[in-house]
């Protein structure tokens, strides 16, 4: 079984710090993708990176990096220059290939992200 | 290209009743998923859709059924409706299946159950 720890519910950041996410996991799997995803109050689901099991350098999107660590089975979210509109629920996701050859994305709870003036 | 679409985006069902909510997935992608997001249980897994065929489910009772159409377009089901089904419903398309296939969501649709 997959699982999805987020052990932040909730965090605060002013405005142009960085912030980091923690996310840790753990699978069974040898390969496996690590994913995170944004959801403001409106609902949607806003993917923003991805973190294979084998890339062996740490994926970034803009301000958004992935501080992959193998061996401590994390995957940490890091913003960089935080905005005001990145106030928003932050989930840590997981896919491994022991599900039947299907998509299913195991979830963390999920960070809270406050990001003040 | 336009992304993944849920209707209705709100609905208000009574207990007993049944109710169908529709995705159409971005264009091209073949696969589509659902999940279930309440306060007390996260975000679960419910299940998908690849080449009109179910490929995969979650740990849901036999109310939840879906199916898929050949355009891709996809189709929850959710029959006697209880109170715990006041949730909102999430579907994602993804273009196969690979581990680093990314899932893109669409807006979701809001059910309450009264």
């Known amino acids: 079984a997959q699982k999805i720890t987020q052990t932040q519910p909730g965090m605060f950041v002013q405005e142009k710090e960085a912030v980091t996410l923690d996310c840790t996991y753990d699978?069974?799997?040898?390969?496996?993708?690590l994913f995170w995803y944004k959801q403001p109050s409106s609902g949607e689901m806003i993917f923003l990176i991805y973190?294979?099991?084998?890339?062996?350098q740490n994926a970034t999107e803009g301000r958004y990096s992935l501080n992959f660590q193998k061996a401590r089975k994390s995957a940490n979210l890091v913003i960089s220059a935080s905005q005001l509109g990145d106030s928003a629920m932050y989930f840590c996701?997981?896919?491994?290939?022991?599900?039947?050859?299907?998509?299913?994305?195991?979830f963390g709870t999920g960070t809270q992200l406050k990001v003040e003036l | 290209k336009a992304g993944v679409t849920q209707t209705p985006r709100y609905l208000i069902k009574t207990r007993g009743q049944q109710v169908t909510l529709s995705c159409s997935p971005i264009?091209?992608?073949?696969?589509v998923s659902w999940y279930q997001q309440t306060p007390g249980q996260g975000l679960q897994f419910l299940f998908e859709?690849?080449?009109?065929?179910?490929?995969n489910k979650g740990n849901f009772p036999g109310r939840f059924s879906g199916r898929q159409f050949s355009n891709s377009r996809s189709e929850m089901n959710v029959s006697t409706l209880e109170l715990g089904d006041s949730a909102l419903y999430l579907c994602?398309?993804?273009?196969?299946?690979?581990?680093?296939?990314?899932?893109?969501f669409g807006p979701g649709t809001r059910l309450t159950v009264l």
């Open positions: 994602a398309s993804s273009g196969s299946s690979g581990t680093g296939d990314t899932q893109y």
């Open positions: 699978t069974s799997d040898q390969s496996y993708g």
């Open positions: 973190q294979g099991s084998y890339d062996e």
């Open positions: 996701a997981m896919r491994g290939v022991n599900t039947g050859g299907g998509n299913n994305l195991t």
């Open positions: 264009s091209g992608h073949r696969s």
């Open positions: 859709y690849f080449s009109e065929t179910q490929r």
